[in-house]
């Protein structure tokens, strides 16, 4: 297993000298245009809009006497907002990117506690271990195919591979379920397995999170519906077979598609810098869509994400051209597709070429 310690980049003046120009032409920007890189006033209202359309659909469905129809389109709703809340506020709030005050952002992290996620736990995952090694196996979580998926080259090639490309659908099905129930208590076993120290403050969060979670989606729907155990349960499954899908394809099209990058390290030193590592790990889908970064939290302009994480997503689409002329600038490829159609239609093209050859021409 890689440890992420004895791992560095080879901090080349090419590098170096490709993210000095890129952050002084964004620093340009903001100071120019004379704006904050922080949330701006329709992030906040898209912030008290989700969370008010996650509060009233909820509110309906334990309270507003439905019919069956309008209940099934109220838990769709419900549902959906499981979604926007971790890609529009919990990711921003988690970078340090919605407000200037950390502890602001600190607050706005637990929304993640809205969807059964443990904020210490998230920034470990995604913010340490992602951010910092984007597609190095066994560093970067997503990677991960837990022996059912193979997303890189590195892993070692299985029969059952072939049919990845069909069935890898399924498997996502159970991705949220995965962060509600089991990924947290893994992240926990190798963590004390590396010897390293988790404060008695995350154990209590971790626990306070999950009985909460499961006291408002589980108890007290059984409680106050004229309901089954056995549907809630139902409901309870089928809205994370959604959120999975949705949380597996909005992320993974951000980095395996068909012209994925791996690092090649050499002496455990990734041979090329930070910034560099970054861009060519990453690209971007329907950064032109208006619609599709607002629901996606900017997501999908993965890009400026990975080298800005500490900007707002609202900002994303105004910084693409600038990133892109740098990156041209320095003869650097920034990779792209034009919808999120595309995006997976790529991914999962990769996905069957992984599950055929043991190595790739894509490093």
Sequence with gaps: MHNSTTIKYKNTDFSKGFYQDLRTRINDYFANNKITPHANTFMWLKMYFILALW????????????????????????????????????????????????????????SLALIGVS??????????????????VEIDSNTQGYGILRFTPEDGLKKLFKFQHVYAIIIYCITSLNYVLLKELRMIKNLRAKGEHIPISAYLE???????YY?????LPYLLLDVSLSSVLLFFLLGHFVLGVGLALVF????????????????????????????????????????????????????????????CHVHYKSLVPIIKQTATDHGIKYREYSSF????????KLLKKLGHQVELDIF
Aim: hydrophobic share 40%; with cysteine; glycine share 6%.
């Design 55 to 110: 509060l009233g659909s909820y509110l309906g469905i334990l309270f507003g006497n439905l019919s069956t129809l309008s209940m099934f389109l109220v838990i769709c709703v419900h549902v959906s907002t499981h979604l926007l809340i971790p890609f529009n506020i919990s990711h921003d709030a988690s970078h340090g990117a919605f407000s200037e005050n950390p502890k602001i952002n600190n607050i706005l992290s637990y």
């Design 252 to 311: 993974q099209c951000g980095h395996f598609t068909e012209d994925a990058h791996y690092p090649e390290m050499e002496d455990r030193v990734i041979q090329d810098g930070w910034a560099v590592h970054s861009l060519r790990t990453t690209c971007d889908y329907a950064s032109q869509s208006w619609l599709v970064t607002h629901l996606f939290g900017g997501i999908n302009i993965h890009i400026p994400h990975h080298l800005f994480p500490k900007i």
């Design 119 to 136: 904020p210490y736990f998230w920034r470990i995952s995604h913010n340490q271990e992602h951010h910092s090694y984007i597609n190095v």
């Design 206 to 212: 971790l626990i306070s999170i999950k009985v909460g």
């Design 215 to 219: 006291t408002y989606t589980i108890i």
């Design 341 to 348: 159609s595309d995006a997976i239609s790529s991914h999962f």
